[in-house]
């Protein structure tokens, strides 16, 4: 990734970018909080999503269109297929080893969601990059394909197949990428006033959505929900650059929070079980930068003393 900021806050990373991985995955941590949905995440959630894929896309393209791109792409999805191999099979561990009919293929998220369902997302990414580069030869075809799929819903809710709206985005990215290198760059550099104004006009859709005083289909602004996670950062970093800073920081370690989150809510439950009632849905919002706080920490520590085991557990990330 090219450092397109004046103060990048590491080398290779776009601070807003970060910022936007770090907004998208607390969005996804509120989708797996044990409680009543957080009203604005059915409008969020798959935004978020679609930002995750769309980026992936967008910095894979260099590689997974040029030269060397066999190479590249295998390297790729050993580093996808370590970590979802561990997270799975750690996930079968705590829940007991179950070996019933179609159990282990759960596990795997082979014609089955995924027993860690949050597992899906790696196992579609390698799909989609295999997928991308067994095309790539063939462009026209390729972001053909790509368009079509923005525009398909799953055929089921079971999370068993790849989405094709979502291979949609990445090929998105691949198409910005390649066809507008400087894309980001030219993002970053858009007037204060267009992206406060796609923040306004976000929040402004979600909150008239979860009033049930409008019937607006979450299609209607999913992309413009896109654009402003990727317009926060910006934002934030135009009112206070400390606060941008901190952000970003936190961003690091954003995939091994994405992996493991659903560990440190197991354990959260356990901590529940030893109060005389259950806690209220607005505890469990309130814990969602908590839980990934948490896992970020599990990350620091073992980064510090078991940098090796990194490799397994995020592909190197």
């Known amino acids: 990734m090219t ?18 991985r770090l907004l998208a995955t607390l969005v996804v941590i509120m989708q797996h909080v044990p409680s009543a949905g957080f ?43 370590r970590p979802y191999l561990f997270w799975c099979a750690a996930y079968w561990l705590l829940a007991g080893m179950p070996v019933s009919s179609g159990a282990l293929a759960s596990v795997f998220g082979l014609g089955a969601c995924p027993m860690l369902t ?27 394909l790509g368009l079509l799929c923005l525009f398909l819903n799953r055929w089921d809710d079971s999370l068993a197949w790849p989405s094709p709206y979502m291979f949609g985005d990445f090929v998105l990215g691949l198409m910005l990428a390649s066809s507008v290198p400087d894309s ?19 929040a402004a859709l979600v909150w008239a959505s979860c009033t049930d005083t409008f019937l607006i289909p979450d299609a209607a602004f999913s992309g413009l929900a896109v654009l402003a996670f990727l317009s926060f950062g910006i934002v934030l970093k135009a009112v206070s650059s400390g606060a941008a800073r901190r952000m970003a920081e936190w961003a690091s370690g954003s995939f091994f ?10 354990a959260l439950i356990g901590v529940e079980m030893c109060f005389p009632s259950p806690w209220p849905a607005w505890v469990w919002w309130c814990l969602a930068p908590v839980v990934y706080m948490l896992a970020r920490g599990v990350y620091l520590l073992i980064k510090r003393y078991f940098p090796r085991a990194l490799v397994l557990m995020t592909g190197g990330k």
Not at 122 to 143: E, G, H, I, Q
Not at 192 to 197: K, N, R
Request: with cysteine; hydrophobic share 55%; glycine share 6%.
């Open 118 to 144: 949050p597992m899906w997302f790696l196992r579609d990414l390698m799909a989609f990059t295999l997928a991308a580069f067994l095309l790539s030869r063939v462009r026209w075809a390729l972001y053909t």
């Open 39 to 81: 009203p604005p995440n059915q409008w969020l959630i798959g935004p978020a999503l679609a930002t995750f894929f769309l980026l992936a896309g967008y910095f894979s393209a260099p590689r997974l269109l040029g030269a060397g791109a066999g190479k590249w792409t295998a390297g790729r999805l050993m580093s996808l297929l």
């Open 257 to 266: 929070v994405y992996c493991s989150h659903i560990f440190v809510l197991i």
């Open 3 to 20: 450092a397109l900021s004046a103060t990048p806050v590491f080398q290779g990373r776009l601070p807003w970018v970060e910022i936007a």
């Open 184 to 202: 980001l760059n030219r993002w970053e550099k858009l007037p204060l006033a267009v992206h406060g104004s796609i923040l306004l006009a976000c």
